[in-house]
T-cell receptor
Framework: SQTIHQWPATLVQPVGSPLSLECTVE??????LYWYRQAAGRGLQLLFY??????ISSEVPQNLSASRPQDRQFILSSKKLLLSDSGFYLC?????????????FGEGSRLTVL | DQQVKQNSPSLSVQEGRISILNCDYT??????FLWYKKYPAEGPTFLIS?????DKNEDGRFTVFLNKSAKHLSLHIVPSQPGDSAVYFC?????????FGSGTKLNVKP
């Protein structure tokens, strides 16, 4: 069966510090991978998605970047965090190349920038 | 540009009654639509989906209706149970991307 893990679960960082959130998927090959953010009182905002190694599409210009160094690994990064980067970050995957299918989410990472 | 909108931030329903959650979208290219349920500090979990060529899909207590001419979909939960209390997100899918609404917090009162 397929599983998705992301870490760390909770992170408190000062403004201006770097960020690295990591996500891995097991039990499937060539998945589509996604990073979403849920800010306080807001919906799920699509930040990045990837259909293959090294292929990253950004949905919203911002202070963040994403990388996919391996087929089932997706990393969300920032060089200098802003207060507005606080939120609940969710990694997700779907079957690659599919027209119809689900999006499966990880457990989420709570980021607080002080 | 918010392609999927949920205009009701919250809904309160008595146990045993029907819960109706609404969603509007602007992108007519969505291939299908999904509903997700989310508890605090957890990732959303999939509930039910509907293809853009259908107008209804039913799964147990959950039914999703799609009105393409109005660009509107709704999720019906019958009967509602206290365990259904959560935030519900609708999403539209097109070309590898899932776009979510802002969510509706459902409270089912015992």
């Amino acid at each position: 069966s397929q599983t998705i893990h992301q870490w760390p679960a909770t992170l408190v960082q000062p403004v201006g510090s770097p960020l690295s959130l990591e996500c891995t998927v097991e039990g499937t090959s060539n998945p589509n991978l996604y990073w979403y953010r849920q800010a306080a009182g807001r919906g799920l905002q699509l930040l990045f998605y990837s259909v293959g190694i090294g292929q990253i599409s950004s949905e919203v210009p911002q202070n963040l970047s994403a990388s996919r160094p391996q087929d089932r690994q997706f990393i969300l990064s920032s060089k200098k965090l802003l207060l507005s980067d606080s939120g609940f970050y969710l990694c997700a995957w779907s079957v690659g190349g599919s027209v119809a299918g689900e999006l499966f989410f990880g457990e989420g990472s709570r980021l607080t920038v002080l | 540009d918010q392609q999927v909108k949920q205009n009701s931030p919250s809904l309160s329903v008595q146990e045993g009654r029907i819960s109706i959650l609404n969603c509007d979208y602007t992108n007519s290219m969505f291939d299908y639509f999904l509903w997700y349920k989310k508890y605090p500090a957890e990732g959303p979990t999939f509930l039910i989906s509907i293809s853009s060529i259908k107008d209804k899909n039913e799964d147990g207590r959950f039914t999703v209706f799609l009105n393409k001419s109005a660009k509107h979909l709704s999720l019906h939960i019958v009967p509602s149970q206290p365990g259904d209390s959560a935030v519900y997100f609708c999403a539209g899918y097109n070309f590898n991307k899932f776009y979510f609404g802002s969510g509706t917090k459902l409270n089912v009162k015992p």
